[in-house]
């Protein structure tokens, strides 16, 4: 690594902070500047806009939200074959409820909506993440229709678990409502069997 | 209604919906006097602080949405006794899933978040919807625990499915989040039958 491959990779993390703190529309590029510590002549040379920076800092979170995700359904990663159990683990990752979802939180974030190009980084996030989760419950022998709707619901409660813990201030309510989605999930349906 | 209250009326109107569109940070006081065409002196006598604006606003805001969601559980409105059936009604009452929860999204916004007056307005509608549907699930015979857990994923479905929604730039990723999670809560669990 030299020293100009560095600053850029400071330059992202402290961007990727400071977005999950205050939202990308708050965050101008001279305070992510200023956090990262490098040259101001870096911060242009390797993101002309604040555009250029919000795309490198949003793509890293979300190549990070992705891993992780696939990391918990990954039959080898998770330690069992089971789909069910492969979503669960999914569903149960410790998460920093009162923090809220790093890619999610930007659906509020009106600088991104607002932003084709980094619209695009999020709604891809949520398109793979939605066909892993889906494709694993197929696993379990659900057919392809019934399978992309829980995973749907799946992610839904996730995401709606932080929106709950940040409105409470309590994060057992992420807490409770996975259980409550979990519980659902293992009971298995009466035709589900015969399929 | 005298002319002063239609004008402290025609303030709190324009507040939410700006605040919907924008967010409680990113609106002042002054595009709020602009919107809602009445006179300065008005805004004043009626909200001396922004603070005060925003409380009736968002108190506005949640009145109507858990006046909504009573209206779903309520056996009389809902034309049905089968507690189940008036917690679909809930989860499947169509919303404007691009726009956002109204009330879901303030806490994303950090003006709400960093107001304890304002977010003890947030944090009591999600206590209240979630008591609402637990009380709704408990009349199906569920122990408490569950119904509570049960109750917090459903509401986060819907939170969730805004999310989804947004995210993804479609509608159908809240429906068909709703589609999963109804689809499990309609199987009955073996055990629930014999409680």
């Known amino acids: 690594m030299n020293a100009t491959t560095g600053a850029r990779e400071r330059l992202v993390a402290a961007a990727q902070q400071m977005f999950a703190a205050q939202g990308v529309g708050a965050t101008s590029p001279r305070q992510v500047l ?60 410790p998460r920093d409820a009162l923090a809220g979802c790093k890619v999610g939180r930007l659906t509020s974030d009106q600088a991104v909506m607002d932003d084709d190009g980094l619209h695009d980084v999020v709604t891809a996030y949520f398109v793979r993440l939605l066909d892993a989760v889906a494709a694993t419950l197929r696993e379990a022998g659900l057919p392809d229709a019934v399978a992309r709707d829980r995973a749907h619901a799946a992610v839904a409660v996730v995401q709606g678990g932080y929106v709950l813990a940040r409105a409470t201030g309590d994060p057992d309510a992420m807490s409770a409502a996975v259980r409550g989605f979990v519980a659902l999930l293992r009971t298995p349906a009466p035709t589900e069997g015969a399929r």
């Open 34 to 93: 200023d956090a990262s510590g490098v040259g101001q002549g870096s911060l242009y040379h390797h993101f002309p806009t604040k555009h250029d920076l919000a795309v490198a800092a949003v793509g890293a979170t979300v190549d990070d939200a992705l891993a992780a995700a696939r990391r918990d359904l990954d039959p080898g990663d998770a330690g069992t074959e089971d789909p069910v159990a492969r979503v669960v683990a999914y569903l149960e990752r």
